[in-house]
C-alpha cells in the first residue's frame, strides 16, 4: 500500500471509528484540516472507506425472509420500531397486525377464531370499529375464574365481535375440569359437539405466544403439573419446549386441540418482546403457525 493510502486509512480510522474531528486528526497527524478533508474524500474514492446507507424498510423485508426461511411458516411481518421500549414495540406490533388482518376481516365472511392474553386484548383493542358481513368469532377454550381481563376467553371474542360487527360463539363450559368424567360428560353435549366443529373449521386463529410466565399463571389457576420442566411458551394453552415439542401439562381441558389450531386456513401469532424470544422460537418449531408478525428487534433475536 502506498504512504499516501496509508494516511488515508490511518485518517479513517480515527474520523469514523474514533470518532475524532478533523481538527483533532490534523493536530494529531501533524496535517492542515484541508488535507485531512482530501483524504477523508479520498478514501472514499479509492474504497478504503466504504458508506453504506440502510433502508429500514428493505431491512425489515430481509428479516421477514430469514424468518420464514429458517422456520418454515408462510409468511412473516417485521414492523419498524423507533425505540427500544417494549410497550412502544407492543403497540407497534399490534398496529401492524391490525394493518395485516383488517382487509380479510372486512371482506366478510370468515370464521374467526380468538386466543387470549394481553397482546391480543391490546389488538382487539386497536381494532377500529367497523361493519362487516358474515363474520363469526369465536374463543379457542372454555373460560377460567382467572380475573385478569386478557384471560377472559369469551369477553374477549365479544370484544372482537362488537368491533367488526360480527355474530359470535360463546364457549359456555370451564376450560380446565376436576375429573375425566366430567369432561366426557360435557364433551357428550349436542353443545360442545357443536363447537368442536367450529373449532375444527377456522379460516384464522389470532393467537398470542405466552413465555413461561404464563404457565406462572396457569399454576397457580389450576395448580402446577407435574410436566412442567423444560416449558419455553404456549400457544392458546398448548405448552410446547424450546424444540416446538407439544408438552401436555393438563388432562381435563375443553379447547380447541393443537391440530384444530394447525388446521386452521391460517394461524396468525401476534408476539414481540425481548422476554418472548426464547418462547416465539419454540412456538414457530411447533408448526403450528402459519404467519407471525412482530417487531424488528424481536426478529433479529430470534435468527441470532
Known amino acids: 500500500m502506498s504512504d499516501e493510502k496509508i494516511l488515508m486509512s490511518e485518517a479513517a480510522t480515527l474520523y469514523y471509528e474514533k470518532k475524532l474531528t478533523q ?12 488535507t485531512v478533508s482530501r483524504l477523508l474524500n479520498d478514501a472514499i474514492k479509492e474504497n478504503i472507506v466504504e458508506i453504506k446507507i440502510h433502508n ?40 401492524s397486525a391490525v394493518d395485516y388482518i383488517l382487509p380479510s376481516v372486512a371482506k366478510g365472511g370468515l370464521k374467526i377464531a380468538v386466543s387470549w392474553g394481553r397482546t391480543i386484548q391490546e389488538f382487539i383493542n386497536t381494532m377500529p370499529q367497523l361493519h362487516t358481513n358474515g363474520n363469526t368469532v369465536f374463543p379457542l377454550f372454555g373460560a377460567t375464574d382467572n380475573q385478569n ?8 371474542a365479544r370484544g372482537m365481535a362488537d368491533k367488526i360487527g360480527a355474530d359470535i360463539k360463546y364457549a359456555w363450559f370451564p376450560y380446565l375440569l376436576e375429573s375425566n368424567e366430567e369432561c366426557e360428560i360435557l ?6 359437539k357443536n363447537m368442536e366443529n367450529i373449532w375444527a373449521d377456522a379460516d384464522i386463529a389470532i393467537v398470542g405466544i405466552g413465555n413461561t410466565d404464563i404457565y406462572d399463571i396457569f399454576g397457580k389457576t389450576f395448580g402446577y403439573s407435574k410436566n412442567s420442566d423444560g416449558i419455553a411458551g404456549d400457544i392458546a394453552t398448548h405448552f410446547f419446549d424450546e424444540s416446538g415439542k407439544l408438552v401436555k401439562l393438563y388432562e381435563n381441558t375443553l379447547c380447541a386441540s393443537a391440530e384444530n389450531i394447525k388446521s386452521a386456513k391460517q394461524t396468525v401469532a401476534i408476539a414481540c418482546g425481548d422476554e418472548k424470544v426464547t418462547a416465539i422460537s419454540g412456538a414457530l418449531k411447533t408448526k403450528l403457525i402459519d404467519v407471525l408478525i412482530t417487531d424488528e428487534y424481536t426478529a433479529r433475536q430470534i435468527l441470532d
Open 56 to 95: 429500514p424498510e428493505k431491512d425489515c423485508q430481509e428479516l421477514e425472509k430469514k424468518i420464514c426461511d429458517a422456520f418454515g411458516i408462510d409468511t412473516c411481518v417485521v414492523c419498524r420500531v423507533s425505540s427500544k421500549n417494549e410497550s412502544v414495540r407492543r403497540l407497534m406490533t399490534v398496529k
Open 23 to 34: 481538527q483533532e486528526i490534523a493536530d494529531l497527524m501533524n496535517l492542515s484540516r484541508q
Open 149 to 156: 381481563s386478557y384471560f377472559s376467553s369469551n369477553e374477549l
Open 187 to 192: 364433551r357428550k353435549l349436542s353443545y360442545y
